[in-house]
C-alpha cells in the first residue's frame, strides 16, 4: 500500500496486528472496485432515496435566525430513517460487505445511532449483526439498546475501562481480528486505520453534495459551516465538498465537558497531542507518558480520546477551526431550538448549535449547521441533567 495514499499529511496509516492486514488490502480493493461501479452506485442511491429518505432539506430557521441576528440554516440529518447521519455510511458499508460475500457484520457505537445503523442495514441485508457498546453508553442510551435488539442484532456491553466509546471501539476491534475472514467490521467514524477514515468520508460525502446543491438553488453559498466532531464523520460529510472554497469558513465543535481545562473533557484537537489510537496516527488525549486519558462528555458521540487523522490533518493546516463547547452551553443550546424552533436535536448536535452564540458577524451572513442527529435518545440524559445527575 503506497503511504501517502493512507495518510493525510502526517496523519492516518494502519497501525494494527499482522493479522488485520489482510482484511485491510481486501477492504481496501473492494471499496476501489464496487464503490465507483454503476451497480453499486444505483444500488446504494436507491436506497439513500427510498429508504432512508434523501436528500435531507435544508432548512431556513427564522426564529433561530431572528434571535441571533444572521441568517441559519439547518442540515436536517436527524430527519434520516433512524435519527441520525450515521445511516448514510452503515448502510454503504453494510452494501459493500453483501458485495465482497460477507455475512455478518460488527459494529461499535457510542451514542447509539452507529449501533442502530447497522442493526437497520443488516436486518435490511440480511446479514448478521454484533454490535458493542460501553456500559455507561449502553444505560443512557437504553432506548437505542432496545431498538438494536428489536432488529435482530446482539449487543454486547463492555464492562472495562470507563465503558465508554474507547472500551467499544477496542472491543469490537479485538473480535474483528478473532474473526477477520468471515466477517466486516463496519466502522462508525471517519476513524481507524486506513482505509476506514477515506471510506467512510466519501460516503458521508452526501451531506455536503447535497448541501452545495440546494444552496445552489436558491442562488446562494453558505459563508460559515458548523457541526460537532467527536470521531468526526458528520463533520467530514458536510465540509468536504467544501474544502476547496476557501471562502467558506469550517468550523468543527468538540466536547469541553465540565470545562477544556478541567481533566473531564473529550477536547482532542484543543489539548490532545500527537499519538496512535485504534489503529491510526492522529491527535489523541494522553499524559506525559503517551497513556490514554479519561474523557468526559455529556454525549455519549462525542467523549473519544481520539480524533479521525483527516482532522487532525485539518486542524494543523488551519483550514477548518475546532473550537469547543461545555455540557452547559451545550443543554441551553439544545433547549433554544427546541422553543425556537420546534426541533429537538441530539445532544451531538447541540454542541454544533451552541457555537452560534460565539459567532460576531453580519446580519447577511449565512450559517449552515448540521443537525446531525435527533434527540428522541437523549431525552432521558437531558431530564437526569437537569436534576444534577451527570452521566459518565
Not at 489503529?279 to 467523549?303: E, R
Request: proline letters at 3%; hydrophobic letters at 40%.
Amino acid at each position: 500500500m503506497k503511504a501517502k495514499k493512507s495518510y493525510y499529511g502526517k496523519f492516518g496509516g494502519q497501525f494494527v496486528p499482522e493479522t488485520a492486514m489482510n482484511a485491510l488490502i481486501e477492504l481496501e480493493k473492494a471499496f476501489e472496485k464496487f464503490a465507483p461501479s454503476k451497480p453499486f452506485k444505483k444500488e446504494l442511491e436507491e436506497l439513500l432515496k427510498n429508504y432512508v429518505g434523501r436528500p435531507s432539506p435544508l432548512y431556513y430557521a427564522k426564529n433561530l435566525s431572528k434571535h441571533f441576528g444572521f441568517e441559519i440554516y439547518l442540515k436536517r440529518e436527524d430527519l434520516n430513517h433512524t435519527g441520525a447521519h450515521k445511516i448514510n455510511n452503515a448502510l454503504a458499508q453494510a452494501l459493500l460487505a453483501r458485495y465482497m460475500g460477507k455475512k455478518k457484520l460488527i459494529a461499535e457505537t457510542g451514542a447509539g445511532q452507529h449501533g442502530l445503523a447497522t442493526a437497520t442495514a443488516a436486518a435490511l441485508l440480511g446479514l448478521e449483526c454484533e454490535v458493542f457498546m460501553g456500559e455507561v453508553d449502553a444505560k443512557r442510551q437504553a432506548l437505542n439498546v432496545y431498538k438494536m435488539k428489536l432488529l435482530g442484532a446482539k449487543v454486547n456491553e463492555i464492562k472495562t475501562g470507563l465503558k465508554t466509546l474507547k472500551e467499544a471501539t477496542t472491543a469490537a476491534i479485538q473480535s474483528w481480528v478473532a474473526q477477520i475472514e468471515n466477517v466486516f467490521y463496519v466502522i462508525g467514524s471517519a476513524v481507524g486505520p486506513y482505509p476506514y477514515p477515506q471510506m467512510v468520508t466519501h460516503f458521508q460525502s452526501v451531506i455536503g453534495k447535497e448541501a452545495k446543491k440546494q444552496f445552489k438553488k436558491l442562488g446562494k453559498k453558505p459563508d460559515i459551516i458548523i457541526a460537532c466532531v467527536g470521531g468526526g464523520s458528520n463533520a467530514i460529510g458536510i465540509f468536504n465538498e467544501f474544502l476547496k472554497d476557501k471562502s467558506v469558513r469550517l468550523i468543527g465543535i468538540e466536547a469541553a465537558g465540565l470545562g477544556a481545562n478541567t481533566p473531564y473533557h473529550a477536547a482532542t484537537l484543543t489539548k490532545g497531542r500527537d499519538g496512535i489510537i485504534h489503529g491510526m496516527l492522529t491527535k489523541v488525549l494522553q499524559d506525559s507518558l503517551g497513556n490514554i486519558l479519561s474523557v468526559h462528555s455529556i454525549s455519549a458521540g462525542l467523549d473519544y480520546p481520539g480524533v479521525g487523522p483527516f482532522h487532525a490533518h485539518l486542524h494543523d493546516t488551519k483550514r477548518v477551526e475546532y473550537y469547543a463547547i461545555s455540557d452547559d452551553e451545550c443543554v441551553e443550546a439544545l433547549k433554544l431550538l427546541c422553543e425556537k424552533e420546534g426541533i429537538i436535536p441530539a445532544i451531538e448536535s447541540a454542541h454544533a448549535l451552541a457555537y452560534l452564540s460565539k459567532l460576531r458577524v453580519k446580519k447577511d451572513t449565512r450559517v449552515l449547521v448540521n443537525v446531525s442527529g435527533r434527540g428522541d435518545k437523549d431525552i432521558h440524559t437531558i431530564q437526569h441533567y437537569e436534576k444534577g445527575k451527570i452521566y459518565g
